[in-house]
């Protein structure tokens, strides 16, 4: 059979392609002509380039513009401010459109993975954890994986070292400045700052062991869902009293327990069509969850619940006969233990009075939401003066800046919060509001006398909000973010 002769050469086949290169011509013209007659200028005499209509060549050819130029003494000073103005205007550009870019990027690649469908609020994962190790990676930022802090180096009241554990066996890490993420302060407890934790009794927050199961006939189950009174798509709390009648049924006949029944709660997961996640079981809690010996206990705890749930799931709910467990937490989560003393505390007031603070690094509307047996947060009541379009409260960037020791930062649940106040802004949005807000302040350290405990911590809101950050709500101004998380 004959072959088809390639044409290797350029071959306009439509008005498109003729049009196409016809505006690309155009637009290198616009583009280097500028540069061009700058040059032509230069080296034409000066007197006779006021006359104008220089085009493309030098009417009068001359050097004399360079000679007086190198003659002056400033030309050096001149280049350098040039070149200082265009590095550091170059900087300043790409640290505002990175760190715009971070928020969008980061959604865009969980979307291009199938991992979020609809709003940005809805997200698998797992698929968000691929996403958040691409562009960890690609920013040059080096990861170590399967490693656990065992230690602290201390020297003159700062951190100098921690010390951390993995296959290799103990290693220590030196830097300037550390920020602890860890949720329960673990840093921040080994270097001997100050915390507090739990409710006035002590007590923390009940813990949850989340687990997700596959295999569920969705329509099945959203008209059994919607006979229960039910009727979302996404999310389904599972309180309705119809529900709860055949929860307190499957405890009567010994399915589940009575501590399985007043938190059930499952979510679809976007890009996961026949599987839900289970918010649950909820497990008692006590004074002083960080032990080892005690979250092992509700790990063990978790997975005994977990299978009595299966076993409801499938025998008295319609569409989960075959449905299967796919996945159970690596750990058993914790939503309050340690919270640390730092330049500020944020408190219960300052939600309730919807307070403002000049160095916010976020606004939040979420609502005081305790898993307890008090019903300390039902008592509680907002401050209804403030106009429905200021009613959001803020995180100042103080609450991250240990107290104590000068080189270290808490981010997350961990960070400057009153029990009451720490229920409502240990949400994820807020966290992360916090680990990029931490950064900042390690980059402004460096440039504050006596460090962090120097930096005017409103330097960290400009910086954000300059990245594209917006710290006052979009809905500010119509009222419409009472109980929106933003
Ligand atoms: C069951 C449950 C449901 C929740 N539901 C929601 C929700 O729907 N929406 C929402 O916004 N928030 C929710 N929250 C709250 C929110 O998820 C957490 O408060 C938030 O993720 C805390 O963030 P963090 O960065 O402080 O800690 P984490 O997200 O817990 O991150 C801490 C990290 O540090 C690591 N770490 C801990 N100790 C060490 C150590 N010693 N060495 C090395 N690494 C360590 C951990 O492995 C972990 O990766 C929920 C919390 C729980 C427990």
Redesign the pocket.
């Known amino acids: 059979m004959a072959r088809k002769k390639k044409n290797k050469g350029l071959h306009y086949k439509t008005w498109f392609d003729y049009v196409n290169v016809v505006l690309l011509a155009v637009i290198m013209f616009v583009t280097f002509y500028p540069f061009w007659s700058v040059l032509v200028l230069s080296l034409n005499d000066p007197t006779d380039a006021l006359a104008g209509r220089l085009w493309l060549w030098p009417r009068v050819f001359t050097l004399n513009n360079y000679i007086s130029f190198f003659q002056r003494g400033d030309f050096i000073e001149a280049t350098m401010r040039s070149v200082a103005r265009t590095v550091l205007g170059a900087l300043a550009s790409v640290l505002v459109t990175s760190g715009f870019a971070y928020g969008i990027e980061l959604i865009d690649r969980t979307r291009r993975l199938g991992g979020v469908e609809g709003d940005d609020s809805h997200f698998d994962p797992t698929l968000l954890s691929f996403a958040l190790e691409d562009m960890v990676c690609a920013s040059g930022c080096q990861l170590l994986y399967h490693?656990?802090?065992a230690g602290v180096v201390m020297g003159q009241g700062r951190i100098t070292h921690v010390v951390?554990c993995n296959k290799d066996g103990l290693s220590a890490y030196q830097a300037h400045y550390f920020v602890d993420?860890?949720?329960?302060g673990?840093l921040a407890h080994m270097a001997g700052e100050r915390y507090a934790s739990g409710d006035h009794r002590g007590l923390n927050q009940a813990?949850?062991l989340?687990f997700e199961m596959a295999g569920i006939d969705f329509t099945a189950f959203h008209a059994h869902m919607r006979r229960l009174g039910n009727h979302s798509e996404r999310y389904f709390a599972m309180n309705t009293p119809g529900m709860r009648a055949i929860l307190r049924q499957a405890c009567d006949d010994g399915v589940l327990h009575e501590q399985d029944i007043p938190y059930f709660q499952g979510f679809g997961v976007p890009g996961k069509p026949d599987a839900m996640n289970f918010?649950c079981p909820e497990l008692t809690t006590r004074a002083g969850v960080v032990e080892a010996a005690f979250l092992t206990s509700k790990q063990v705890e978790g997975r005994a619940a977990i299978l009595r749930m299966r076993h409801f799931l499938r025998e008295y709910i319609e569409g989960f006969a075959q449905a299967y467990i796919t996945h159970t937490a690596s750990?058993v989560?914790?939503?309050e233990s340690r919270r640390f003393e730092a330049l500020y505390t944020l408190t219960i007031d300052d939600l309730l009075s919807y307070r403002k603070f000049d160095d916010a690094i976020i606004s939040c509307a979420y609502p005081i939401d305790l898993h307890s047996d008090d019903d300390a947060g039902a008592r509680l009541r907002y401050d209804r003066n403030v106009p429905p379009d200021r009613r959001y409260w803020q995180v100042p960037a103080r609450c991250l800046i240990a107290r104590q020791t000068p080189n270290l930062l808490i981010?997350?649940?961990?960070a400057g919060l009153d029990y009451l106040a720490q229920s409502a802004a240990?949400?994820?949005?807020v966290?992360r509001a916090m680990?990029e807000a931490a950064g900042m302040l390690c980059a402004l350290a460096p440039q504050a006398p006596a460090g962090l405990h120097d930096v005017d911590t409103r330097q960290v809101t400009h910086l954000l909000r300059a990245r594209g950050m917006r710290i006052e709500p979009p809905g500010a101004g119509d009222g419409t973010i009472e109980r929106q998380?933003l």
């Not at 981010?411 to 961990?414: D, L, Y």
Request: hydrophobic letters at 30%; charged letters at 20%.
């Open positions: 490693t656990q802090l951390v993420a860890t949720g329960d673990d813990l949850s989340r918010n750990m989560g914790c939503r981010a997350g649940r961990c240990r949400i994820q949005i966290c680990g998380v």
